[in-house]
């Protein structure tokens, strides 16, 4: 092959890339995020599981053992049940986002991404961002169902919305452990059957059926300790009153160390998917 | 600078597979490379390390002089990809798509929509961009796919296949959009099956086997290379075959072979002159007829048969 000298426009362009800033990695997130949103759109039974599956939850518990806990009436049990519900839903929706993101490797569009001048984490952070939507979704339909069975917010609407707040937080934190176990598993199917092993000591194993107190003593240890059960007390305090501080500051460090370990590992590995 | 494409010692190993082997290419400003080569020859593993995908184990390369592995990013901002499969939101809108693409380059929104809206003209889908690219056909998509990598106006464009799969009315499509975008001066490194689509898009073939180049040089030079001509002979009657196979194994050396698609056409390498007319000179006397023959420069094909030992069609080992 002969060599023939030209002069290519690109030897004038500057031979450095833009430098990434955290503004840049946002705009890309959110513009990833905004794709996801469209999807949903074109696919509402993309919402199913949001939308029927806490309905079907707080049916479920409120009428079967709403009348057979001690202490509690049904109406009493509703009010102790649904905001560990709400938050219930919120972390099984957030396994969509690991079963999304599956999906999209499977297909092109991510080599796409991936050899796109954007930031490295914009198709992973975009992907967790997207589902906030469900999470709203999730949310919502949990309260307007539990307030037709007559639960009503015994605090204000502010601090209902420091609970939405704190679940959105933890819902993120969540996300990335799904993104890392979505990068990992061949198929979305697996990512399900391994979710669900993950998901039922997360979220059963907590305190929001039922109260710590009347667990046997090495449960009680993993309940105390479960991330879920500190999210589900700061949401009932924000909702029904009662204490906060240290319970939401638990969840907000667990969201915390969630974020700062899997995160960084997801990206990694996303960078290395071949 | 001379090259927008350069590579040297290339290689990728997936566990056991050493999958690219010392590799080297190099690729002029506004030319076409054909990397061609059977399936699992190693020619997406060396795109997808040109593009920023892989990393290389060994070797260096660089596009438009900025190194892929320690100035990624810059690679990044030069190149667009076009893989095997199209690269598409299927629940967008083809605008939609393009529109993605543009604002994650960070181009202004009501530009972006202009850019998006003047790609799907130039690629007969302004019709179809607002409906959902689930109800595109494969051309369609493969075009939408190929309008996304331009959205950033790339200095290299890398193809991945590109007409795999479609029908011929849809590839000849691609291949004009491909050679617009060749005149107005985009590098291109193609990979390809398909013999012909080498011969008539590339400047230059490299031919992939193994995770090697083979052999390099224009499609004229790769079949001078092989030095041969090839005689190609069909009986008017099918029952002739064999008695005309043995005619031509007497003279030329060799016995011809027949393809599967046209097991009525005996063909054979022929190095000496005298080949030919020594076939005329037996078939006249056994008063044979023959409803065609013709002595060619070998097709690429056959030059491809020549150098791996095998046909493209039977490249999936």
Redesign the interface.
Known sequence: ?T?????????E?P????R?TPA?AT??AL??A??AL??IR??PEQLLDVTLQPIVFVTLFVFLFGGSIRGLDRHGYLQYVLPGITVLTVVFASMGTGIGLNTDLT???F????????ARS?PLTGTILGDFFRYVVSIAIVFAYGSLLGFRIATNPVFALGAVVLMFVFGFAVGWIWVLLGLYVKSPQSLQGFGFIVMFPLTFGSNVFVQTSTLPGWLQAWVKINPVTALSEATRGLVLGGPIAGAAWQAIAWSIAITLVFAPIAVRRYRRV? | MSFAIEAAGLVKRFGKTLAVNEVDLAVSQGKVLGLLGPNGAGKTTVVRMLATLLRPDAGHATVCGADIVRQADRVRELIGLTGQYAAVDEDLTGFENLLLIGRLLEIPKPEAKRRSQELLERFDLADAGGRSVKTYSGGMRRRLDLAASLVQRPEVLFLDEPTTGLDPRSRGEVWAMIRELVAEGTTVLLTTQYLDEADRLANEIAVVDHGRVIATGTSAELKAKIGRQTLDVRPADPADLEVVSQIIAAAAGVPPASTEEDPGLLSVAVDEPQVMPAVVARLEADQIEVTEMALRLASLDEVFMALTGYTTEDGDR
Not at chain 1, 15 to 18: F, S, V
């Open positions: 092959m060599a023939i000298a030209t002069t290519s426009a690109a030897a362009a031979a450095t890339a833009r990434m840049r705009r890309h513009t990833l905004w794709r469209v999807r074109r696919n297909k092109g569009i080599d796409r991404f991936r050899s796109m001048p954007i914009a071949g």
